[in-house]
């Protein structure tokens, strides 16, 4: 019997995203090895040598691209302003690749990228991993065994108290490259609405800037209303100046309501050190369980465990050709078009 070799993997970028939400996962699976990170920060160099022993780590992509042939799998985890041109090479090399979130700073580049890895005959896919947040799959499958009746509205939240902006490139970026928290936190909170309740008719939003550099456009203050064809109507907000929090989820149907307060806590433990392996990993504690029911009749819901490694668990199977990609890449285009719709509409 053959043995399985391990999906041959590179992680380009290895800031919060590729130090906390792609290293862990892939050296935690043995469908995978990670053979090289590519990052030019010094520091940077230095923490992933650290974290991740008997992986290579380059300084370029160049260097990166010259080992292609030892390679199956390339994750882009740089900022959004590169995601095009860093995919679209790992694609022409014939390599597989993951993007993180946004996928692209514009639809129509991210529709190309499609299209070109289709030509190439290689697997595509987005990093949405709030798709695998506890609230969510615990939301998921209320609605799904109709415990709220038809949904009425669906507020979703990720509000934060931050007033010195948005980190990094996140804050300094303008909307042309990727930056503000509607292409951030928000490409996150419609994706969900959009699993959840499915494709929209009419989008209305708000964006505003509050903190960081005066000669940015990116916001860091955003509201979307979206009426999903299904009738639902969801209420998104994301920002950085919410000194008191509001419910993560607040939603509403025929037969009860469902109200979350807190965020999954997948993302603190990561970066306490907590790996994907550890029991305690993705289980939320009874105390943050959201609240379900109608007046005079509520319950507690037991919280569903919180499953990031099942990203990469379904992207393995899809490259060993026995299912689809975790995210198909058509989905973060629909949450592409509905952020350049705001934006737009914010005249921006």
């Known amino acids: 019997m053959t043995a399985v070799q391990p999906i041959r993997t590179a992680l380009i970028g290895f800031g919060l995203s590729g130090r906390d939400f792609h290293a862990p996962f892939i050296q935690a699976d043995p469908a995978y090895s990670l053979d090289f990170i590519v990052t030019g920060s010094p520091?940077?160099?230095?923490?992933?040598?650290?974290?991740?022993?008997?992986?290579a780590v380059l300084a370029t992509v160049d260097e990166l691209f010259g080992q292609a042939h030892r390679l199956d799998l390339v994750l882009v985890c740089t900022p959004p302003?590169?995601?095009?041109?860093?995919?679209?090479?790992?694609?022409?090399?014939?390599?597989?690749?993951?993007?993180?979130?946004?996928?692209?700073?514009?639809?129509?580049?991210?529709?190309?990228?499609?299209?070109?890895?289709?030509q190439a005959n290689v697997l595509l896919s987005v990093y949405q991993n709030r798709r695998w947040d506890s609230d969510f799959l615990t939301l998921r499958q209320l609605i799904d065994a109709g415990e709220l009746g038809r949904i009425h509205r669906f507020e979703s939240r990720f509000e934060r108290w931050s007033p010195h902006?948005?980190?990094?490139?996140?804050g300094t970026s303008g909307i042309a490259d990727g930056g503000g928290i509607l292409f951030d936190l928000g490409s996150h909170l419609i994706d969900q609405a959009l699993q959840l309740f499915g494709p929209v008719?009419?989008?209305?939003?708000?964006?505003?800037?509050?903190?960081g550099a005066e000669d940015s456009d990116a916001d860091d203050d955003a509201f979307v209303s979206l009426l999903h064809e299904s009738g639902v109507r969801s209420h998104l907000s994301m920002n950085l100046v919410s000194g008191l929090s509001a419910p993560r989820f607040h939603v509403l149907g025929s037969g009860a309501a469902y109200t979350k307060w807190g965020l999954d806590g997948q993302e603190a433990a990561l970066a306490a050190g907590l790996l994907p392996t550890d029991p305690g990993y993705g289980v939320e504690p009874k105390e943050h369980w959201g609240t379900l029911g109608v007046p005079g009749d509520t319950r507690k819901v037991p919280a569903e465990r919180g499953a990031y490694p099942e990203f990469y668990r379904l992207l393995a199977e899809?490259?060993?050709?026995?299912?689809?990609?975790?995210?198909?890449?058509?989905?973060?285009?629909?949450?592409?078009?509905?952020?350049?719709?705001?934006?737009?509409?914010a005249g921006g």
């Open 43 to 55: 520091e940077r160099a230095a923490r992933a040598r650290a974290a991740c022993p008997g992986t």
């Open 81 to 118: 302003a590169s995601h095009v041109e860093l995919a679209g090479r790992a694609i022409e090399h014939g390599l597989n690749v993951v993007v993180d979130k946004p996928f692209a700073p514009t639809s129509a580049e991210a529709e190309e990228l499609i299209l070109q890895a289709r």
């Open 165 to 170: 902006g948005l980190r990094t490139w996140k």
């Open 201 to 211: 008719s009419t989008v209305y939003g708000e964006t505003a800037r509050h903190l």
């Open 318 to 345: 899809a490259l060993a050709g026995d299912g689809p990609v975790p995210v198909d890449p058509a989905d973060s285009v629909a949450v592409l078009r509905i952020i350049e719709e705001v934006h737009w509409q």
